[in-house]
């Protein structure tokens, strides 16, 4: 595979083409996609050189997707996985490593082609188990159904409330929160337009007022952290504080490309990006646009014109960043191809991988 | 309740005037961006000009004509316990200087003087407010959180913006869908003070810096709860969590005899809750699967909050509330 004229390394291009063929599959699995794909076509001679290249590719897909945690994580684990296979066992030839490794390759791409169903099949499983009653005559619960609360669009959480719809004998009910990103809740709204689902949103500043009247909260995220903690939009960290206080259980869903051997104490250890959305956000609060790298930091000198009396501008700073972290203790479970772990569990599961 | 067709013998050929203004009242009551103490002050008005065009009346027949409107004004506007408030202080006055069949005019001119006083006391109140909630700040440096717009804390931010011996960080959460904190940031820095504006589904990434949250109340109920605008709940558990102070700013006109309302009344009837659809939510709800569900009101139990500070009586404990409700 041969870089482009234009800077581009070709495993990031080969990676921006699967992408742009299938809409539907995240990134990180393009990036396994890839990364396979400089395997198969590398013209190495020596175990050495296999992992040099594969590294070299890695670290290619990495700074070309940095604020994508979950390819970040994905590529890490993909990489240490693939090492481990080749200094494993003594293998009689080159070409058997090399097999070996391609082996160990393909079916991380399985693994994580059909995490959302697994991922599905899992907390479905569970969660009609803990939120059912034996009794299915009792009329305390099951003539409500069963009420899920969440925020934001995931693909895995999508996939599991499509499955607890389809299995579950009781009615489900959606409490969506509005958000600082409306994109997301519209996109998942789209989503379940044809499903049998009670859909509600509320603001953020109203969670309090629902929360007990939800059976749980599900949430998607972009990178499990081997402390147990999760970094998902922004939002979640309050939403889980807010439900651990009134004894509602958090439960995360999260594919294993996700987990992260790093282990921040709070949120300030995290490299935070300014949110997508605040360049908008400007325009509509009637604040005049500066340069688009002023509105990127957040801040903007306002003056108002009809204020009366006003002697000086002063700086209105717009604090809105796309991803928060929440700490393991607001987390009941999380969900993954291989069930529910613990947040405590994250840091087992991570060194089975590895 | 006073039938209206009875007022052409009071009002004369006036009657359809005092109709018409109070129709023009209930409007403007309505309105969800108006403020408690601005439609008290609008009430106030409203009692003046009855007074003014009642004049060939009794003393009776305006306190029945007044109990009529209040009766009205509750029934449009549930939340605006305080008008109550403003009635029974009139009334009270009105039954110790007079008889009830006594004629309305030789006593207009006290009558309107007692309602002119209770406005200047509540202007009065909305000065002395900020001062002392000023006080109670830290000499060097704080960081104060609100949520939406608060005309009190936003007259005592103000107040300290040219204090060069202490810095203040305010931020302040925009309160969706009704994004008022957006404005009084717009206000505030307008008027030369830094604000950090935030969502409101950040507060509890900020809350760690936070020293004081100062918020101001639509009525305080009888136990010490108030009650307030949505999403000031949130900001309160939170604070209360993380034991931050939570300081309510409220002139005593505020303070009810009411009882300790239950968050449920709130949703039912449907008189308590306003749906704002703001343009983002509009798309995401033009198709009836979607509900939307927006209450403008909640209730802060009296266990959140540590103190109130109170126009004329100071600082005062939640549990100490009684001391300035009406009897």
């Known amino acids: 595979m041969e870089d482009s004229g234009d800077g581009i390394p070709a495993v990031v291009q080969k990676c921006q083409q699967i992408i742009s063929e299938d809409k539907d599959i995240p990134y990180t699995v393009a990036a396994f996609k890839a990364l396979t794909a400089v395997l198969e076509e590398a013209t190495v001679t020596t175990i050495m050189e296999l992992r040099e290249k594969i590294k070299n590719a890695t670290d290619q897909v990495i700074e070309s997707f940095y604020e994508e945690y979950s390819v970040v994580s994905g590529c890490k684990l993909f990489l240490s996985t693939l090492i481990e296979v080749s200094a494993s066992r003594s293998f009689s030839s080159f070409s058997s490593c090399r097999d070996a490794v391609l082996t160990a390759a393909k079916r991380w791409i399985e693994i994580s082609q059909t995490s959302r169903e697994r991922i599905a099949d899992t907390a479905s499983s569970f969660i009609q188990t803990t939120h059912t009653p034996a009794d299915t005559h009792s009329s305390r619960i099951s003539c409500e159904g069963m009420r899920i609360m969440t925020l934001g669009y995931s693909r895995v959480v999508l996939a599991v409330v499509k499955k607890l719809i389809s299995a579950s004998p009781s009615p489900v009910s959606l409490t969506v929160l509005q958000g600082s990103d409306v994109d997301q809740t519209r996109t998942l709204l789209s989503k379940l337009r044809q499903q049998s689902v009670k859909i509600r949103i509320i603001t953020d500043g109203d969670v309090i007022s629902h929360i007990k009247s939800v059976d749980f909260v599900l949430c998607g995220a972009e990178c499990v952290f081997k402390s147990g903690g999760v970094l998902n939009r922004q939002g979640t960290h309050q939403l889980a504080f807010i439900a651990h206080l009134h004894s509602v259980p958090v439960y995360i869903a999260a594919e294993l490309y996700k987990f992260d051997s790093s282990f921040p104490l709070d949120g300030s250890d995290i490299r935070k990006e300014e949110g997508k959305g605040i360049s908008k956000l400007q325009e509509s609060i009637g604040i005049p646009g500066k340069t688009r790298e002023e509105m990127a930091r957040g801040k903007c000198i306002t003056s108002d014109s009809v204020a009366v009396g006003c002697r000086r501008e002063a700086e209105v700073e717009y604090v809105c960043y796309s991803s928060d972290y929440t700490p393991p203790g607001y987390i009941s479970l999380i969900f993954t191809e291989y069930g529910a772990l613990t947040p405590g569990g994250v840091a087992v599961e991570l060194m089975k991988v590895v | ?327």
């Open chain 2, 1 to 327: 309740m006073i039938d209206l067709a009875a007022l052409m013998t009071l009002t004369g050929d006036k009657r359809e005037e005092i109709d018409g203004k109070f129709e023009e009242i209930l409007v403007t009551l309505r309105k969800s961006n108006l403020s408690p103490i601005r439609a008290i002050e609008i009430i106030i008005i409203f009692f003046t000009d009855t007074i003014d065009i009642c004049s060939r009346a009794t003393v009776g027949e305006l306190m029945d004509l007044i109990r009529n409107f209040i009766h009205r004004i509750i029934v449009a506007c549930p939340t605006l316990y305080v008008v109550f408030n403003i009635g029974h202080l009139f009334f009270d006055y009105i039954t110790s200087v007079v008889e009830y069949d006594c004629s309305l005019s030789p006593n207009a001119p006290r009558f309107k003087a007692f309602l002119k006083k209770q406005r200047s006391t509540i202007r009065t109140e909305m000065e002395s407010i900020p001062i002392e909630a000023i006080s109670m700040l830290n000499t060097t440096h704080d960081t104060i959180l609100t949520i939406g717009y608060s005309s009190l804390v936003k007259r005592m931010l103000l107040k300290t913006k040219d204090d060069k011996t202490r810095t203040i960080d305010v931020i302040i959460a925009e309160r969706a869908p009704f994004y008022d904190g957006r404005r009084m940031a717009s206000e505030l820095s307008a008027s030369g003070v830094s604000v950090t504006l935030i969502p409101d589904c950040c507060i509890a990434n900020v809350i760690k810096r936070v020293t004081k949250i100062f918020l101001e109340p639509v009525c305080v109920l009888m136990d010490g709860s108030i009650l307030t605008y949505a999403g000031a709940d949130l900001v309160a558990t939170i604070g209360h969590t993380y034991k931050i102070p939570i300081i309510v700013l409220s002139p005593h006109i505020l303070f009810t005899n009411s009882p300790s309302i239950k968050v449920s009344h709130l949703t039912a009837p449907p008189s308590f809750v306003t749906i704002k659809r703001d343009e983002s939510l509009e798309k995401l709800t033009r198709d009836s699967y979607v509900d939307v569900l927006v209450p403008k009101y909640t209730i802060i139990k009296h266990k959140f909050i540590s103190t109130i500070v109170v126009g004329g009586y100071g600082k005062l404990s939640p549990s100490q509330v009684f001391i300035v409700t009406p009897k």
